[in-house]
């Protein structure tokens, strides 16, 4: 029941209606709580962290991803402490708080490391990549966005991750009119 709830909430309803999946984050934690499963009541934090983020509702997503990374280290679920990071990471971006930003990527990117977690490797290169980009520094930008690819091509399931690198590099040479290089 607890898994069924996670993936609703998380596939369902997230990203298209993140009010439904506070609500049904409620309901996980409950049952988390009530069955004494850890890693879903600390999952109800976390969804309700990114749907709040996707409001941009950013002080309570980020009051939740400090309760992800608090239970998470409390637990030591090193997944989820990379995901408090990246979100806070997310939402430091969000708010212009760009060094703040790429310090708690680059602390979800040691534990990342730690645990060879491709997809989250290449997740917070992109990131960062976005950050840099933010601040106009391209080079930097450009570099984090070949880190991304590289780590995505490893990942067996990052087809649409790849293109979006391919289509930020690309972007990145036509700036710079290298007109060869974006086409590549």
Do not use: C
Request: glycine share 4%.
């Amino acid at each position: 029941r607890y898994r069924a709830l996670y993936h609703y909430s998380w596939e369902g309803v997230l990203f298209s209606n993140p009010d439904s999946a506070v609500k049904l984050s409620y309901v996980l934690e409950d049952f988390s709580v009530e069955k004494q499963m850890v890693k879903y009541e600390i999952y109800s934090s976390l969804i309700r962290a990114i749907s709040y983020s996707v409001q941009r509702k950013l002080d309570s997503a980020s009051k939740y991803y400090k309760v992800v990374l608090e239970k998470s280290i409390k637990h030591d679920i090193k997944s989820l402490i990379t995901e408090g990071y990246k979100g806070m990471g997310d939402v430091y971006g969000d708010l212009g708080e760009y060094q703040k930003s790429l310090e708690n990527y680059g602390k979800a990117l040691d534990i990342a490391k730690s645990e060879n977690d491709t997809i989250a490797l290449a997740s917070l290169y992109n990131n960062m990549a976005n950050v840099y980009d933010e601040q106009d520094l391209k080079k930097m930008a450009l570099e984090y966005y070949f880190k991304a690819l590289a780590w995505n091509e490893k990942a067996e399931e990052s087809r649409s991750n790849i293109a979006r690198n391919l289509m930020n590099i690309s972007s990145y040479y036509w700036e710079v009119n290298d007109f060869k290089k974006a086409l590549f």
